[in-house]
């Protein structure tokens, strides 16, 4: 009687053991078909080739690269909307590229614009970012965070920074085939704004948001005409 007891203990450690390497090998197997979709040029320092063949494929404005794992590699729609965002702060592009590196933020923006007007890419297009808490509009738009030179208040951002918001946001129409854009106040449109998403987040402050009407009829005026300028 004592053996055959002993034989079933026996028996339930082996079994239990075999259950937790089949859990584990799939553990294993589901992280690395997760991690082999990221690019290996996202998260380390990249050479000038590389960055020249990244530019390439997004925008031409592009001063500098960042990019990061907080993203989905790629994006599960077409390009068909922008979504504008700011910082909330004053920060520099490498900032917020260490910022969006961080694992534990699980934030990121496809563009970010400096207070100076320059531009830095963190998730190329064709991926989803995670901004606009809204995995639906992620995966169809483009999302740029603008850089306030106040803090509080409207949010004010630079005219710099405005200019080039502008001539962005004409560059990935012109790319991606948006022929106009649209700001309709509501998610309808295909100028969106992250707090048409979340309750939580005035983002991007009153003074983007006062500014859409405006930034829709500058981009169309560069969309209309054959050079874009
Ligand atoms: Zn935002």
């Given at each position: 009687m004592q053996t055959g007891k002993k034989k079933n203990s026996y028996g339930s450690v082996k079994a239990l053991l075999l259950g937790f390497c089949v859990v584990a090998c799939f553990v294993l197997i589901m992280a690395y078909i997760s991690a082999s979709k990221?690019?290996?040029?996202?998260?380390r320092t990249l050479t000038a080739a590389e960055q020249q063949e990244i530019t390439s494929r997004n925008s031409?404005?592009?001063?500098d690269i960042w990019l990061t794992a907080?993203?989905?590699?790629?994006?599960?729609?077409?390009i068909q909307k922008i979504t504008i965002h700011h910082m909330a702060g004053n920060f520099t592009l490498e900032q917020v590229g260490k910022d969006f590196a961080a694992?534990?933020?699980k934030a990121s923006s496809n563009y970010a614009i400096d207070t100076t007007g320059s531009v830095a890419l963190?998730?190329?297009?064709a991926n989803r970012p995670w901004?606009?808490?809204?995995k639906e509009n992620d995966d169809m738009a483009v999302t740029i965070e603008v850089a306030n030179?106040?803090?509080?208040?409207?949010w004010h951002v630079s005219d710099a920074a405005y200019e080039k918001l502008i001539v962005l946001c004409a560059d990935i129409c012109r790319r991606n085939g948006i022929k106009k854009l649209v700001f309709t106040?509501?998610?309808?449109?295909?100028?969106?704004?992250h707090k048409m998403f979340s309750r939580?987040?005035?983002?991007?402050?009153?003074y983007l948001e006062s500014k859409m009407d405006d930034i829709a009829d500058a981009v169309n005026q560069k969309l209309s005409t054959s050079d874009g300028k």
């Open positions: 990221i690019p290996d040029t996202v998260g031409a404005l592009i001063d907080n993203a989905d590699f790629p994006r599960g729609q077409k694992g534990d933020r963190y998730v190329e297009e901004s606009s808490s809204s030179d106040t803090i509080g208040g409207d106040g509501d998610a309808t449109g295909n100028l969106t704004l939580k987040t005035e983002c991007p402050g009153a």
